[in-house]
């Protein structure tokens, strides 16, 4: 049944027509960007998401990333594993900054919002929620105002370099986004930009030890 049902959501997710939008003649000003503006309104409110093409943004910069966020996770979960004392976790800060362990977070309780779906809209997660498998980093991006100093990994020596490179190509791909959604939906360009400024953007990659659960 389970399988069924996956099955079912995986055909509903590919039958979508998310569209992919090129943002690069929007960066430089070149043309008539409004039709790619109203794709951008369109799909958010349809979909909830859309694609974009970003010439700021390369293969390699991404797979950098993972590569170090997944050796990271490793290197601390063996840690865990083996009952050594492991680095970056900060319950003191609230997880706000460092590495939070598997089995420290959990999703908020919505059971009488659940009782109340119909059959077909069944939530596949236990309720009350279980503690989440998956360990987490939070790595502030820019300057927000009254976070907790970040925490840098001293066996990472390219953590900062790594981590900042790509929290910025998300901020400044959101940006974009929140510019051309703006005109799309006939507002001003920074509308949604300028309540963003100063914002406490995290980035907060995640890792599951799939070989254990």
Not at 17 to 45: M, W, Y
Request: hydrophobic share 35%; net charge negative.
């Amino acid at each position: 049944m389970l399988a069924k049902a996956f099955k079912n959501i995986a055909f509903r997710f590919s039958s979508l027509k998310v569209p992919i939008v090129d943002v690069e003649p929007f960066l430089r000003g070149q043309g008539n960007c409004e039709k790619d503006c109203q794709t951008v309104a369109e799909s958010l409110h349809k979909y909830g998401c859309l694609i974009i093409k970003d010439p700021r943004v390369n293969q390699q910069e991404n797979s950098e990333f993972l590569d170090m966020m997944e050796k990271y996770f490793a290197k601390r979960a063996a840690d865990l594993y083996q009952g050594r004392q492991v680095a970056d976790i900060y319950p003191n800060y609230d997880f706000q900054v460092g590495a939070t362990p598997e089995y420290t977070e959990k999703a908020r309780t919505h059971e009488d919002l659940v009782k109340s779906y119909l059959p077909e809209n069944k939530a596949f997660t236990p309720v009350p929620p279980p503690f989440d498998a998956k360990w987490r980093y939070f790595w502030n991006i820019g300057n927000p105002v009254d976070a907790t100093p970040n925490q840098v990994p001293v066996d990472f020596p390219e953590w900062s370099t790594v981590m900042n490179r790509w929290g910025n190509h998300m901020i400044d791909g959101c940006n974009i986004v929140a510019e051309m959604a703006a005109l799309g939906l006939g507002l001003q360009r920074d509308t949604f930009t300028k309540l963003m400024v100063d914002g406490p953007h995290k980035l907060a990659p995640t890792g599951s030890d799939l070989t254990k659960y």
